[in-house]
């Protein structure tokens, strides 16, 4: 079980903040922050190891005494479960007015993203899909459930993967879809994995889709690329089994709570530290170029903290990624970017020039949970 946090789509809601890099420390390939505290190993009763955040203190104190699964190989806290016999499973919840809005997206481009996002947890461990299984619930009003089911079918039939099945069912509020993935892999690729010293790389570019939510929330209009990163994303799929054929990777996932979130479950899971440069961080090439129109919100912001661009956090030893970025390039057209190290400590940190000393990263990305009443943060 885990949570998939996207930028704030509610009505009146706000974009991304900037990164609250609170706290400093001097640290280089080796030299630990500090020792790996007790939520960075997996310990029975601790509940999964994620990284910080009130919708993750809610998953670990719902899964704290989940007794070992027979016939399980991974379990919660990782992007799906697998199975003794490599069945992989995920399931991935989308609610409009939390993930998207009918006034900025399409019911069709809502039901894709819905099923795509369900499909990035395979990617993430690098599983073959066999199928999904779709549940939709719609309000009276409104336009029915054909053109979220159809959004669907296009994105899977891009793919080759057969529907399985689903529900549907009458909603007195919002839409809700619910996407169940089924694939199948024979060594899974975990959060759980990274060692001091790997160097970290991501797939694509990072912030667009933050960008677009943050261009409607200021009551702007998108950048039509920005837009089209979160009405259309990409489950990266080939890719990630591309790579896992061919580098030794030691750990990885994909990016859909934003880089700086990500890579805290990666740190956690691992009993690690992660440092993202911030001179390399692949941000959407419209950032770079001065034409994020209306985007209310700068592109480190929105590559740390946005969420929800489903590209792929991979930790490889040193010199095993390198040999294969431009093969890599040109069969997807896609970049593969270094962007920090694995460190031995905890945490995520940001180092912004050569010269300056790296800052504990504080902020994750979008949390469902934050500022609700019952939530009393520090549970876990």
């Not at 030893?317 to 040999?323: A, D, I, S, T, Y």
Request: net charge negative; glycine share 16%.
């Amino acid at each position: 079980m885990r949570g998939r946090s996207p930028p704030s789509l509610r009505r009146g809601g706000r974009a991304p903040h900037g990164a609250g890099g609170a706290g400093r420390g001097i640290y280089g390939v080796g030299l630990p922050i500090r020792s790996p505290g007790p939520g960075a190993a997996q310990v029975r009763g601790a509940g999964p190891a994620l990284g910080p955040g009130g919708e993750f203190d809610r998953i670990r104190n719902i899964l704290r005494d989940l007794p070992p699964q027979p016939g399980s190989r991974v379990g919660p806290g990782d992007d799906a479960a697998v199975l003794s016999d490599g069945v992989v499973l995920s399931t991935d919840l989308t609610v409009e007015g939390v993930h998207f809005r009918l006034d900025w997206i399409s019911p069709e481009e809502a039901g894709g993203r819905a099923v795509v996002a369900a499909l990035s947890d395979l990617a993430a461990m690098a599983a073959e899909p066999i199928g999904v299984l779709v549940s939709l619930a719609v309000p009276e009003a409104g336009p029915g459930p054909e053109p979220f089911m159809a959004g669907v079918r296009e994105r899977i039939d891009e793919m080759g993967i057969p529907l399985l099945g689903g529900d549907l069912t009458r909603s007195p509020g919002p839409v809700i879809l619910d996407a169940v993935v089924v694939g199948r892999v024979e060594s899974p690729l975990l959060r759980a994995g990274a060692r001091p010293g790997d160097a970290l790389w991501v797939t694509g570019t990072l912030g667009g889709a933050a960008a677009a939510v943050a261009a409607w929330t200021s009551d702007g209009v998108p950048h039509p690329e920005f837009r089209e990163r979160f009405a259309r994303p990409r489950a990266r799929i080939p890719e990630a089994r591309w790579l896992r054929e061919r580098c030794a990777l030691s750990a990885g996932l994909d990016l859909s709570d934003g880089l700086a979130g990500d890579a805290a479950h990666l740190a956690a899971a691992s009993g690690v530290g992660v440092l993202l440069r911030g001179g390399t961080l692949p941000v959407h090439p419209r950032f770079r170029e001065g034409k994020a129109d209306g985007d209310g919100s700068g592109a480190l912001e929105c590559a740390l903290h946005g969420g929800e661009d489903y590209e792929l956090l991979l930790a490889a030893p040193q010199g095993e990624m390198e040999p294969w970025v431009e093969e890599f390039r040109r069969s997807f057209d896609l970049s593969l970017t270094r962007v920090g190290e694995v460190m031995a400590g905890e945490g995520v940190w940001i180092l912004h020039g050569d010269n300056e000393e790296p800052m504990r990263v504080e902020r994750g990305g979008w949390d469902h949970f934050r500022g609700m009443p019952w939530e009393s943060g520090g549970e876990g």
